[in-house]
C-alpha cells in the first residue's frame, strides 16, 4: 500500500519524470507541472506558442485558473481589407498573439518560494539535446527576463517577419505587450453528487470555428499534489503543423481567425477558443478530493466510464495519495 503524501502525473513519460523530480526538490505543485511543462516545451517545437490552462487548489488558494489561450492578433492597427472568397488565406494569417509564458509567471506569485530560471532548466537542457539552439536561447532568456523576453527583439523580429501584415498576416508589435486578465476565480460546478474548479473557459466557444484537430494538435495534461495540499493541473497542447519560425527552432500554431472580406472580424486580443480539461473534484459526503485531466478532451466530465484520464486522489484524513492512470490504447 502506497504511504506517499504527493504524487505527480503527466501524459508524456519523459516529462513526467522532470516534472517529478521537481516536485521532489521543491515540494512544489505548482513547481512540479511548470517545471514539467518547461521540458516539453524543450523537447518539442510545437508547445510554447501554443495555448496552455493551469488550474490550482488547496489550502489558502481556493481555486484558481490560469488563462494561457491565445489572442487574436491585430492589435493597434487598422482592419484589413480582408481576404477575398476565391483567395486563398495564408497560414501568416492564422497566426495568434501567446499568453503561455506570462500565464505561468502570475501563477508563481502564489509560490514565492519558487524560482523561474530553476523551473525553466530542463527546457533549455531538453532543447539542447535537440540540438534547437534557437528554442534554446529562448529559453535561456525566459528564465533571466520571464515573459519580457516574450517582447524582446530577439523574439519579436523573427514572428513579424513572417506574420505581418506585409506577409499577410495580422500579428503587430502591440501583440506582443503583455496580456491582461490572467489570473481568473476558478468556476465550480456541481453535478450527480460530484462538484469540481474548472477554468472559466472550459466550455467551448459557440462563436469559435469548427475544430481543427491539427491545427489544435494533441492534448497533453500534467497533475500535481504536494505535501501541503495543494493541487495543480496543466493542460498544453503540442502542435505538429504550423507555421515554422526557423530562428527560434519553434512550430507556431495556426489558429487566429482570418480576416475575410465582407465579414466582421475578431476583436483583436480576443482569447481563441481552446480545450481545458483539467479539475479539482470532490464528492459529497466524501473526505477525499482529486485533480483530474483528461487529456484528449475538450473539457472534464465525470467519467461513468474509465476513460484517458490522470488521476491523483489525496485522502484529507491520512493526507495520503493515491494514483490512477487510464489510456485508451
Given at each position: 500500500m502506497s504511504r506517499a503524501r504527493a504524487a505527480l502525473l503527466a501524459s508524456d513519460r519523459d516529462v513526467e519524470e522532470i516534472a517529478a523530480a521537481e516536485?521532489?526538490?521543491t515540494g512544489s505543485a505548482i513547481g512540479g507541472v511548470i517545471a514539467g511543462y518547461f521540458a516539453a516545451a524543450g523537447r518539442h517545437p510545437g508547445v510554447l506558442l501554443s495555448p496552455l490552462t493551469l488550474l490550482i487548489g488547496g489550502v489558502g488558494v481556493g481555486g484558481r485558473a490560469f488563462d494561457g489561450r491565445?489572442?487574436?492578433?491585430?492589435?493597434?492597427?487598422?482592419?484589413?481589407?480582408?481576404?477575398?472568397?476565391?483567395?486563398a488565406v495564408p497560414d501568416a494569417a492564422r497566426v495568434p498573439a501567446v499568453s503561455s509564458v506570462a500565464?505561468?509567471?502570475?501563477?508563481?506569485?502564489?509560490?514565492?518560494?519558487?524560482?523561474?530560471p530553476a523551473l525553466v532548466r530542463p527546457g533549455i537542457a531538453a532543447a539542447a539535446h535537440a540540438s534547437a539552439r534557437g528554442r534554446a536561447a529562448l529559453l535561456t532568456r525566459i528564465a533571466g527576463v520571464g515573459p519580457a523576453a516574450l517582447a524582446e527583439?530577439?523574439?519579436?523580429?523573427?514572428?513579424?517577419?513572417?506574420?505581418?501584415?506585409?506577409?499577410?498576416?495580422?500579428?503587430?508589435?502591440?501583440?506582443?505587450?503583455?496580456?491582461?486578465?490572467?489570473?481568473?476565480?476558478?468556476r465550480e460546478i456541481a453535478e450527480g453528487g460530484v462538484s469540481w474548479f474548472e477554468a472559466p473557459w472550459a466550455e467551448v466557444d459557440a462563436t469559435a470555428e469548427p475544430d481543427?484537430?491539427?491545427?489544435?494538435?494533441?492534448?497533453?495534461?500534467?497533475?500535481a499534489v504536494d505535501t501541503h495540499g495543494r493541487f495543480a493541473a496543466l493542460a498544453y497542447r503540442v502542435v505538429e503543423q504550423g507555421l515554422t519560425i526557423a530562428d527560434l527552432d519553434l512550430i507556431a500554431p495556426l489558429q487566429a481567425v482570418p480576416v475575410l472580406r465582407g465579414v466582421p472580424r475578431v476583436a483583436p486580443g480576443t482569447r481563441l477558443s481552446s480545450p481545458a480539461p483539467v479539475a479539482i473534484v470532490?464528492?459529497?459526503?466524501?473526505?477525499s478530493v482529486e485533480v483530474v485531466a483528461q487529456p484528449a478532451a475538450r473539457r472534464y466530465s465525470p467519467p461513468r466510464?474509465?476513460?484517458?484520464?490522470?488521476?491523483?486522489?489525496?485522502?484529507?484524513?491520512?493526507?495520503?495519495?493515491?494514483?490512477?492512470?487510464?489510456e485508451i490504447l
Open positions: 516536485l521532489a526538490s491565445l489572442r487574436q492578433p491585430g492589435r493597434g492597427t487598422r482592419r484589413p481589407r480582408g481576404i477575398l472568397p476565391e483567395q500565464a505561468l509567471a502570475v501563477a508563481l506569485a502564489y509560490e514565492p518560494g519558487l524560482s523561474l527583439a530577439s523574439f519579436v523580429q523573427p514572428l513579424l517577419r513572417l506574420a505581418s501584415p506585409s506577409q499577410g498576416g495580422l500579428l503587430t508589435p502591440s501583440d506582443f505587450e503583455p496580456p491582461e486578465g490572467i489570473d481568473a476565480v476558478a481543427d484537430r491539427a491545427a489544435q494538435g494533441a492534448g497533453h495534461a500534467i497533475v470532490w464528492r459529497d459526503a466524501s473526505e466510464a474509465p476513460a484517458e484520464s490522470l488521476v491523483i486522489r489525496r485522502d484529507s484524513r491520512t493526507r495520503l495519495v493515491a494514483t490512477r492512470r487510464y
